[in-house]
């Protein structure tokens, strides 16, 4: 178990600095293809070439990628300095980065914001596990009824619909027409609970029934599959009750799939739920991030897809480990 | 997923002068190829069915949008101010329904009064162009790399398969929006760098279904004995494995057309779309987010062009994968 757990984190942390490379590099490399000087990004368009020069000096952007890649890895772990002559600028651990525009680290940014993407990404999964899955397993129990055809056809009507769409239809029937739910600004959940939670309500119904689809179409399958394995009919042959054959034995199998796909789902909500955050207004680490696309602040970009796929990566590992609990099968192998 | 080992015409040519086999009314027993049992099973899903002729009704839609407009639509940039209420602080367009009249066929555009219809028709060609061109894109390579794959096997396969995963693992959509954001945002440059961005991070999902097929085919006689007479890895893989696996492509193909409408879409609302002017169903959404408290048609008319799309393309994918796969569950 505890060799297996190691060649994970092993793989992990390989992935992430792939990740990183990649990244990184496609940062760098695909504006110079492109004709753009980062450093013109940077300082805004009205900047003479002297300033440019200064600013690709103070960032280091005028050295090779390799060197500045190596400064980003050391920047996470020991913190850098952007030095330009008088001004210095201090970025302390772990540095992803420094946005120039906020004139905050990148780092602070992102935790500031992270709260409310968690706040997002936990509410909504709840609600489509259980409902995707519920849905899914009745579903495949009834397979062939009137219950379960709409089911599925309502589950493939549910990943037709994009968020962009259903998030501003409930905004408008609920919020503006209906007045269930108040618009305005996020609040934290220590300042004021209810308003924390209806503010998110839309959010996490709208995002859950996205998922939730696509979780029901994928237990259904599954569920179809295995319940007409042999092991199936022997536990039925024991006499076991059709309660412990489903919930118990069948559900196992069930679970191997979906707990894969929510972990890479979950790693990319926590990386930023970008559309929906958008769609409700919600300042998360999304909204961060297109934020910061619009204002060319391309420290806060790479450092919130790097954010992200460590996210991914996380939520992935831990995937592998849940696997190992669900199937013993894996600890083996 | 497969239809079975394709075998080469000969195998079923009747011997010459052989009567064909006749059952007691007389009636002759037909021979029915894989293809047309398939296509007997799609003809009797009558919501794929339905899906099929959206998209093709679709497709003709956006080949012929110039004429369909100049007959029904106004050119798509003209203003019509007229038809917006000044009463309203000039947002709003005149009429309940955001417009809609004989001559506006889907309404106005808040504040510039400008055809919806023709934006919705010109969106399509910007629409499917790009989802058509990825996908395209996608399975050219996720055919390449799967079957290189899963026939080489070994270290190759190994590589290939981690490539895939470390594909499947990155920020999407933050990775997709970064990139076009540091990019020349013209128009003929921006739809070749969203196809490139979409198919490249959809081919995985071919890749890895080809890779399944392909490993699991080339242990099988067929492969074995075009091997045993000297066929060359070129011919196995173009005559042998290939046409096995056109039916998972196919199916495949046409379920991630519709993730990447979505996906166009989706960066055109997060404003690192096609620029305008170009007509395009997700800014037309984006736009609308300033105006649907007065004026609710301009958002639900984009979207339900959207959703509609998607799920005919969802709806005919399914019914394909059910058609040509008997074993899928139903």
Redesign the interface.
């Known amino acids: 178990m505890i060799n297996y757990i190691l060649r994970r984190v092993v793989t992990s942390v390989v ?1 992430m600095i ?2 990183s490379v990649v ?1 990184f590099g ?2 760098f490399m ?2 110079k293809l ?3 000087n ?1 450093a013109e ?1 940077y300082v805004g368009k009205s900047a003479t070439p002297a300033d440019v020069a200064a600013t690709a000096r103070k960032l280091g952007l005028d050295q090779p990628v390799y060197v500045q890649y190596g400064r980003f890895v050391k920047g996470i772990v020991a913190g850098r300095d952007f030095n330009s002559g008088p001004s210095k600028t201090h970025c302390p651990a772990p540095c992803f980065g420094y946005s120039f525009r906020n004139d905050r680290p990148v780092f602070p940014l992102l935790l500031d914001r992270l709260p409310v993407t968690i706040s997002l990404a936990i509410g909504a999964s709840i609600i489509w596990l259980i409902g995707g899955v519920l849905a899914g397993v009745i579903s495949a129990l009834r ?1 062939g009824s009137i219950l379960d055809r709409s089911m599925m ?1 309502l589950a ?2 549910g ?4 968020i ?2 259903t998030g ?2 409930a ?2 029937i609920f919020v ?1 027409n209906l007045h269930w739910l108040p618009g305005g600004e996020y609040v934290n959940f220590r300042d004021n609970p209810i308003g924390w939670a209806s503010k998110l309500l839309l959010g996490w119904i709208t995002l859950a029934l996205l998922y939730a689809a696509t979780y029901a179409r994928l237990t ?2 599954t569920m ?2 295995t319940v007409s394995e042999d092991y199936i009919r022997t536990a039925r042959a024991k006499g076991l009750r059709e309660r412990v054959v489903i919930g118990k034995h069948a559900m196992r199998s069930v679970l191997t799939p979906i707990v894969t796909i929510f972990g ?1 789902d979950i790693g ?1 909500l926590l ?2 739920a ?2 929906t955050e ?2 409700f207004g919600l300042p998360g680490i ?1 909204r961060l ?2 934020d910061a ?2 204002t ?1 602040d ?1 420290p806060v ?2 450092g ?2 790097l954010f ?2 460590l ?3 996380v939520a ?1 590992f831990v995937v592998d480990l849940l696997y190992a609990v669900i199937d013993p099968r894996v600890r083996l192998a | 997923m497969t239809l079975g080992p394709v075998t080469s015409s000969t195998d079923v040519a009747t011997p010459a002068g052989e009567e064909t086999p006749t059952i007691a009314d007389g009636k002759k027993i037909e021979g029915r190829s894989l293809g047309r049992i398939a296509w007997m099973r799609l003809k009797r899903d009558k919501l794929a069915m339905a899906g099929g002729g959206f998209i093709i009704f679709l497709i003709l839609v956006a080949i012929l949008a110039p004429l369909i407009n100049k007959v029904l639509g106004h050119p798509v940039n003209e203003y019509h101010q007229d038809k917006i209420d000044p009463n309203l602080g000039g947002i709003p367009p005149v009429g309940t329904w955001g417009g809609i009249s004989k001559d506006f066929l889907l309404g106005v555009q808040p504040v510039t009064g400008r055809d919806l219809f023709s934006q919705i028709i010109y969106g399509a060609q910007t629409s499917l162009l790009i989802a058509l061109l990825a996908t395209l894109l996608a399975v050219v390579i996720g055919i390449v790399v799967g079957v290189t794959a899963g026939y080489y096997g070994g270290w190759v396969d190994s590589l290939f398969s981690r490539f895939m995963d470390l594909i499947l693992a990155f920020p999407l959509i933050l990775f997709a929006i970064a990139l076009i954001s540091v990019l020349p945002p013209t128009k003929g440059f921006r739809i070749a760098v969203m196809v490139l961005i979409i198919g490249g991070f959809s081919w995985p999902y071919i890749g890895r279904i080809v890779r399944g097929q392909a490993l699991s085919l080339r242990e099988r006689e067929f492969v074995e004995a075009a091997r045993s007479v000297g066929a060359g890895s070129f011919r196995i893989i173009f005559r042998e494995l290939l046409p096995n696996l056109a039916a998972p492509i196919l199916v495949y193909s046409t379920l991630i057309i519709p993730s990447n409408i979505l996906f166009e879409a989706a960066l055109s609302f997060l404003g690192v779309g096609v620029p305008p002017p170009t007509p395009s169903w997700g800014r037309l959404l984006s736009d609308a987010v300033d105006y649907y408290e007065y004026d609710p048609m301009y958002m639900l008319i984009p979207g339900l062009a959207i959703f509609v799309t998607v799920l005919a393309f969802n709806l005919f994918g399914d019914g394909l994968r059910d058609a040509l796969d008997p074993k899928s569950n139903r």
């Not at chain 1, 990943?159 to 994009?162: D, E, G, H, N």
């Open positions: 992935l792939i990740i990244t496609v940062f695909v504006p492109a004709g753009t980062p990004l397979r056809i493939l009507a990943v037709s619909l994009p962009y769409f501003l239809l905004q408008l503006h259904r399958a179809l599959e890479l990319q990386g930023g970008i559309l958008s769609v999304g991030s297109i696309v619009n060319k391309l970009v790479l919130v897809t992200g796929a996210f991914i990566v992935n």
